[in-house]
């Protein structure tokens, strides 16, 4: 219990409407505080170590891009996903948003060793990018499994994506630049945000050619029309996977398309698709998927363990940040899966941390509040089984049989982040969900809202009238991806505790996380 | 000028999307095929036995119940249909044809599907819903023609008996261009000087192309272009300014007239449900199948700004910088239905790029899906007007001072 109804205190009282940063650091018990400052250090101490030789260039980077800055509150995130948490919740959500930071410090690393903009001149850093391919946010970098002696940068992700979830205003300035440019303010501004990046000339020159696609929604296929402009001069790619992924029939497409990606980075580096290599990168992929699976076969049971954005996130980042490559995050999976079966042990022996709801979490989530999932657990006891983001590519890659892998491959892609349910149709979305809730033994969702997506928004009656009909109760909570000046983080509470109050006449667990400022906290 | 004989026919037929002529095309046991997007290839909708019909929802007003079904931050054509659809309006039609191209178009198709909007006549009536490939060479011509084959032509085959053999498309591509060949020979007059023919007559005849049995329009077509060929224009050129519209769809001629009442002349048509692209001749040979080479030219022709390969994208502006010259253009509007994320992002770059890089003036602009009389919309055009004037006097007087 977070709350003390003798004193009043509650978590609310962390947060500072004057302030970016929480007020005080929360006092967890002996052990658990200790496990979280050693934490907190260990944070900074791999950022210091990796990014500290490299000072020069990040003093540059700071002055010279205003997305790199908020990486300087990395740390905050961590405590934003783990504030109310002890025990082995604490633990696991350390471990996984560690693993998230460890990937993120190390690409910053590399943009800072190869950066044109921060190194100009440097011979060192021009050898560097000629064998670095450069990426899309919403571009899974699988693709390089079969690659192993090229480096590859995510420039948006490093740009928008992680900047956009470390600190909630990190993309009103660039938001405001494509809008001044004549974008339309009612498009989703995730896509807009990558624009408004490159109308004011901030990404950084890591690479020698640039992979981009038509994922997962309009906006993201009309970003690679911009982008294509503004990186004029670097050989571009788009990947098109098929629309209607579902049919068997477009599969031959797909395979074909992805083939003339493999062929398009073999032209432009200069080198071989490495069987050998994507094997090996495929096992991996493989185990982490097999990991992911575990946690959701006992988040379905009535002791969840992993939950809320220590899942969902994780996975998110593994495989659109990280590409299934990274081995520290294999390690980790590896690690959490354990406690966590050990966690479950423990619990389903005791009876403890039954949740008192459970829900999941569906559609595309607001970017500048990844901790919504961990706020209603907190506030009202509803825990988060599972979350939408975290239901993308999970079958594995058949390894050995070539022509079997890259339809594997291409179902990966087709079933990325949010395009594994926003495309296909809609079974793959509306009908999904109802599986779902069936498989997690839920019946509460909570239904993202964002209030620039044509494409959940276009079945918003029949999720209504469908929900209705089995009795799950669909809590809107509008939101607007990366601009929290449309809705704002209270604004997103409120939507949830009116339906909290009024229809399950329910009481908060913690009264003084209801309704409190954060609109300047990152 | 002297009124077209034929133009309040035309217009009349715009009232309504189940008009007069596609009562008497049922009547006769043709088969009437909806469908909303250049993408689905309209002339294997017009194979013999069946007819298509571009779907609008004129004099749209409550769009309540498509809201509740797709949110309020979907494209208005979109939901004005659904909402027709959920009214009853289209259980005339015996099958609709959707693309998963954009994401409003595709969510109103499943609506219509799953809320059932078919006629109960209508035991044997599909949606289908294309998977369209995002550029043009010819993997994506395969996939498209399995999508096509699959998806338009088996159940046109299986479900009504409809002959979809190579000779049938041959025939349907053969009646497709002679529309094509009047609305082209019409839409030529507009590069004279002093037009026989206006932006909002010539729209509403194209328009007309789209939404009714071609074959029982192109006779009173015909007569129109001889009537057009012999019209004698006012001796003064009325307008101020000669226009060019680029954009999203538009298949409310009060919009054209909107824009020629502020003393414009519409005289290109850039625009969904205009006739670039859509009223050019296929050319079809006979090494190849014509499933093929119609598939092919789809993909090939298309201006939507879905497709974002570099080429493609260049292909948009040289296409309006052509029409441009061709119909000595003074400006270009470029406009959007509100909500079209595709178009947004049209819009927002030919803004920037089109007079810096083609010399071409630009307003951009988005709008409802019925414009109506709206004044915010009709203000803008008309300062644009004024803004191009003063340009051509600027350059005269410049021109004048060398």
């Not at chain 1, 950084?204 to 990186?231: E, F, N």
């Not at chain 1, 050998?276 to 946690?295: H, P, R, S």
């Not at chain 2, 596609?22 to 997007?37: H, M, Q, S």
């Not at chain 2, 198709?109 to 799953?114: A, D, H, R, S």
Request: hydrophobic content about 35%; proline content about 4%; charged content about 25%.
């Amino acid at each position: 219990m977070t709350y003390d109804p003798k004193t009043g205190k509650g978590l609310g009282r962390f947060y500072d409407a004057d302030h970016r940063a929480l007020k005080y650091r929360e006092w967890r018990g002996a052990k658990d505080t200790f496990y979280d400052y050693a934490r907190w250090m260990k944070l900074y101490g791999f950022m210091a170590a990796e990014l500290g030789p490299y000072a020069p260039q990040m003093a540059r980077a700071m002055l010279r891009y205003r997305w790199m800055v908020p990486y300087l509150t990395a740390a905050n995130m961590m405590d934003r996903h783990t504030i109310g948490q002890s025990g082995k919740d604490l633990r696991y959500s350390h471990k996984q948003f560690y693993s998230v930071l460890h990937h993120s410090v190390i690409k910053v690393k590399e943009i800072l060793q190869r950066d044109e903009n921060l190194n100009p001149g440097s011979e060192r850093a021009r050898k560097l990018r000629e064998n670095t391919v450069m990426f899309d946010e919403m571009t899974p970098s699988l693709i390089m499994m079969g690659f192993p002696t090229l480096d590859w940068i995510d420039i948006a992700m490093m740009a928008v994506g992680m900047p956009s979830e470390v600190d909630q205003n990190s993309c009103m300035y660039y938001i405001d630049a494509i809008e001044h440019f004549g974008l339309a303010p009612d498009v989703c501004p995730e896509p807009a945000t990558e624009c408004g990046v490159a109308v004011v000339d901030d990404y950084a020159k890591v690479g020698k050619c640039y992979v981009t696609s038509s994922m997962p929604c309009d906006g993201a296929v009309q970003q690679t029309a911009l982008m294509s402009r503004y990186l004029k001069g670097v050989s571009i790619f788009q990947i098109t996977p098929p629309q209607r992924i579902n049919e068997p029939q477009v599969q031959e497409y797909a395979v074909k398309n992805l083939k003339k990606a493999i062929r398009f980075i073999e032209d432009e580096m200069g080198v071989k698709w490495d069987w050998d290599a994507f094997w090996k990168n495929a096992a991996m992929y493989n185990q982490m998927a097999e990991c992911m699976i575990e946690k959701w076969d006992v988040n379905s049971t009535d002791y969840p363990q992993v939950c809320g954005a220590a899942l969902a996130l994780q996975r998110e980042f593994e495989f659109m940040g990280a590409a299934c490559l990274d081995e520290y995050m294999l390690k980790t999976d590896r690690e959490v899966t354990k406690m966590m079966h050990k966690g479950y042990e423990y619990d389903l022996a005791h009876g403890t941390n039954k949740p008192k709801y459970r829900c999941i979490v569906w559609a595309c989530p607001a970017h500048y509040y990844t901790n919504f999932a961990n706020w209603a657990d907190l506030c009202w006891g509803v825990k988060c089984v599972n979350d939408m983001e975290a239901m993308l590519s999970y079958l594995p890659i058949t390894v050995g049989d070539q022509e079997q892998a890259l339809r594997d491959l291409a179902r990966c892609y087709e079933r990325m982040m949010m395009r594994s349910h926003t495309n296909g149709g809609y079974v793959n979305l509306l009908d999904e969900l109802w599986k779902m809730c069936d498989r997690f033994n839920v019946n509460i969702v909570i239904m993202y809202d964002h209030v620039s997506c044509r494409n959940v928004g276009g079945l918003h009656g029949l999720f209504e009238d469908e929900a209705r009909s089995r009795g799950i109760h669909l809590i809107w909570v509008p939101h607007d991806v990366m601009d929290p000046r449309t809705v704002s983080r209270r604004e997103m509470r409120d939507a949830f505790n009116k339906y909290m109050v009024n229809v399950f006449r329910e009481e908060p667990l913690d009264p003084t996380l209801l309704d409190y400022e954060d609109a300047l906290a990152w | 000028m002297k009124d077209l004989k034929y133009l309040k026919y035309f217009e009349d037929l715009l009232e309504d999307t189940g008009n007069d002529l596609v009562r008497k095309a049922e009547a006769e046991g043709d088969i009437a095929l909806g469908y909303t997007c250049f993408h689905a290839p309209e002339v294997l909708m017009d194979l013999p036995g069946c007819f298509s019909l571009r779907l609008r929802a004129p004099h749209t007003n409550s769009m309540e119940m498509a809201t509740y079904y797709m949110a309020n931050n979907s494209c208005e054509y979109a939901r004005a249909l659904l909402e027709r659809a959920l009214e009853g309006n289209f259980a005339f039609l015996h099958g609709i044809v959707g693309v998963d191209v954009c994401e409003a178009n595709n969510r109103c198709m499943e609506n219509m599907g799953i809320l059932k909007i078919q006629g109960a006549d209508k035991e044997k009536f599909f949606i289908s819903n294309l998977d369209v490939p995002y550029s043009d060479d010819e993997d994506c011509v395969e996939h498209f023609e399995e999508q096509v084959s699959r998806k338009i032509l088996k159940p046109l085959r299986d479900n009504y008996g409809i002959d979809t053999s190579d000779a049938a498309i041959r025939r349907a591509v053969a009646e497709h261009n002679e529309i094509c060949r009047v609305i082209s020979e019409l839409g030529d007059f507009r590069k004279l000087l002093n037009p026989p023919i206006t932006g909002y007559e010539f729209h509403v005849l194209t328009l007309a192309t789209y939404t009714c049995p071609k074959c029982l329009i192109l006779k009173k077509l015909r007569e129109t272009l001889e009537e057009v060929r012999s019209r004698r224009p006012d001796p003064n050129k009325k307008y101020r300014a000669r226009v060019l519209v680029v954009g999203s769809e538009i298949d409310d001629p009060g919009l054209i007239k909107l824009i020629e009442d502020t003393g414009a002349l519409v005289v290109a048509d850039r625009f969904c449900f205009g006739s670039v692209p859509g009223r050019q001749e296929i050319p079809l040979n006979d090494d190849e199948d014509a499933l093929t080479q119609v598939c092919r030219y789809n993909l090939q022709s298309t201006q939507c700004p879905r497709q974002c390969a570099a080429h493609r994208v260049q292909n948009r502006y040289d296409t309006v910088e052509r029409l441009a010259r061709e119909y000595s253009a003074d400006g270009a509007i470029y406009e959007q239905i509100k909500f079209c994320t595709y178009w947004s992002y049209e819009r927002a770059m030919a803004g920037y790029i089109m007079p810096r890089e083609y010399g071409i003036h630009v307003l951009s602009v988005d709008r409802p899906y019925i414009v109506g009389q709206s004044g915010q919309l009709r203000t803008r055009i008309q300062a644009f007007i004024e803004s191009l004037e003063i340009k051509k006097i600027n350059e005269e007087k410049g021109e004048r001072a060398q």
